[in-house]
């Protein structure tokens, strides 16, 4: 049954040019939001993420309810899953699914551009809530990081396992 069917809604198709979509920008790392959900159903979003060199990422966590992965465009981003480093390069396919501990970063001297999909869309919430925190003046300390994440179905990954 096609999206039309189910609400009665027409679907229309989006495009996104470049310099287009939505700006996040939380410290080192610059996010364009592609799609954010609204025009799927809420079943997918799709952002770019520009790394500067030496950018750290969030705390190690999991996702409850989303998968995420990252297409990885220039440069190189080294995931952290559990206890194992992974370095991906332009063109590597990093798929996270629920439940499984990661971070990522740019360990390197160049900057690292990445696409990622978030699937249900929910996590882009997530990004919105911490360039409002940024915004207002409040430092992204850690537990600023893990108290945002809570509010999205994900935990902090202490025991990695």
Do not use: C, W
């Not at 609400?7 to 996040?24: A, D, K, R």
């Not at 981003?77 to 971070?103: I, N, S």
């Amino acid at each position: 049954m096609t999206e039309e069917a189910k609400t009665g809604e027409p679907q229309i198709l989006s495009v996104v040019g470049p310099g287009e979509g939505e700006t996040i920008v939380l410290g080192t790392t610059r996010m364009r939001v592609l799609e954010d959900g609204s025009r799927t159903g809420h079943r997918l979003a799709i952002a770019e993420s520009v790394l500067a060199p030496h950018t750290q990422g969030p705390p190690q966590h999991r996702h409850g309810l989303h998968d995420e992965g990252f297409h990885i465009l220039s440069g190189t981003v080294r995931f952290t899953v559990g206890d194992e480093d992974h370095d991906a390069t332009a063109g590597t396919l990093v798929m996270v699914p629920p439940g499984t501990p990661h971070t990522f970063a740019n360990v390197t001297d160049q900057p690292a551009v990445m696409l990622s999909t978030f699937t249900p869309d929910l996590y882009v919430l997530y990004f919105r809530d911490l360039q409002e925190a940024l915004a207002d003046g409040r430092p992204l300390t850690p537990q600023a990081d893990i108290d945002a994440m809570s509010r999205y179905a994900t935990e902090p990954a202490t025991d990695r396992a």
